[in-house]
């Protein structure tokens, strides 16, 4: 999430402007979930969390990458 919040900064928004978060787990479990939640929780803590979809995946990019967070924000 720290590297979302430098992509978010260096585009001139915030978390306060994102309206829709995808998270890609790769070897996702239903145990996840809470773990994903509480990780994404602080960085939404000062209002409604936004739209958020969770996907399961067998791969990313690189072996070594575990988490993929994909954030879609609205600036005016």
């Known amino acids: 999430m720290r590297i979302v919040g430098l992509a978010l900064a260096a585009a001139g928004a915030g ?20 773990i994903v939640g509480q990780a ?11 739209a958020s979809t969770l996907v399961g995946v067998a791969a990313l990019a690189l072996p070594e990458w575990l988490v993929e967070i994909e954030a879609v924000a609205v600036v005016d």
């Open 40 to 50: 994404r929780a602080p960085f939404f803590a000062g209002g409604a969390p936004p």
């Open 15 to 34: 978390f306060g402007d994102v309206v829709k978060i995808t998270t890609y787990v790769v070897d996702y479990k239903p145990e996840h979930r809470t």
